[in-house]
């Protein structure tokens, strides 16, 4: 299921981007932001759209009892910043480290729904 992937492909982005951010800091470093920056901003930008798109459509057919729209806009809302955020070693880091983990738990349940969504499909 391409929903599935997607979500994954999602969740390992988190990791990244904590993982970005520390070496940002490690480094001590200043992106390019027309090099570095944008050019991975846009492509998760890109992924974070089909992503909505596909989990709108998949809440609206499935109905799923603890997973809502809402939740799947504050994931994209997110993202969309603490990927950025991720580049600079200036950003908030309890605040960065939260807006990522929040991300990440959402994902993780999604996931899990999805999962056994499919599970039940099967059987």
Known sequence: MQLIELSKQLLNECDASISRFFKQRELDATPQFFE?????????QSVLIDWQQNALNWIDEYKPKYMHKSQIQNVVDA???FVVQSFYKETSKKRFIQSVQSVHYTLSFFIRTLEEESNKNVQ
């Open 36 to 44: 570095e920056v944008k050019p991975h901003a846009d492509y998760y």
């Open 79 to 81: 993202m969309n910043q």
